[in-house]
């Protein structure tokens, strides 16, 4: 089954950038939405941002909390998803998933998470 990889995570101080990047290990067909989410102790699994790709045309869609901050981006053709993330905040830190939504089965796909951690 296709996997999905993560890379880019790390410490960071707060102010500074990471830039991450989710790759898989094989071809995916009938992706409808590329994203990533983050989980911090304690708290639910939440979606930072996605990107919806039709052709040449994208709709990405970011949580209130990282809008001017963060920016994701695709590429289609190897299915590779990225996400920027600028001026870190410590309330940032938590574990990233990349996640790829699928029209046809296994309809979801998830990376291992990789660790983001901002100090302050």
């Known amino acids: 089954q296709v996997q999905l990889v993560e890379s880019g995570g790390g410490l960071v101080q707060a102010g500074g950038s990471l830039r991450l990047s989710c790759a898989p290990s094989?071809?995916?067909?009938?992706?409808?939405?590329m994203g990533w989410y983050r989980q911090a102790p304690g708290k639910q699994r939440e979606l930072v941002a996605s990107?919806?790709?039709?052709?040449?045309?994208?709709?990405?869609n970011y949580a209130d909390s990282v809008k001017g901050r963060f920016t994701i981006s695709g590429d289609n053709a190897k299915n590779t998803v990225f996400l920027q993330m600028n001026s870190l905040k410590p309330e940032d830190t938590a574990v990233y998933y990349c996640?790829?939504?699928?029209?046809?089965?296994?309809?979801?796909?998830w990376g291992q998470g990789t660790q983001v951690t901002v100090s302050s």
């Open positions: 094989g071809r995916i067909f009938s992706i409808n939405t």
């Open positions: 996640n790829v939504a699928s029209s046809i089965w296994p309809y979801h796909y």
């Open positions: 990107i919806t790709s039709s052709g040449i045309t994208s709709i990405t």
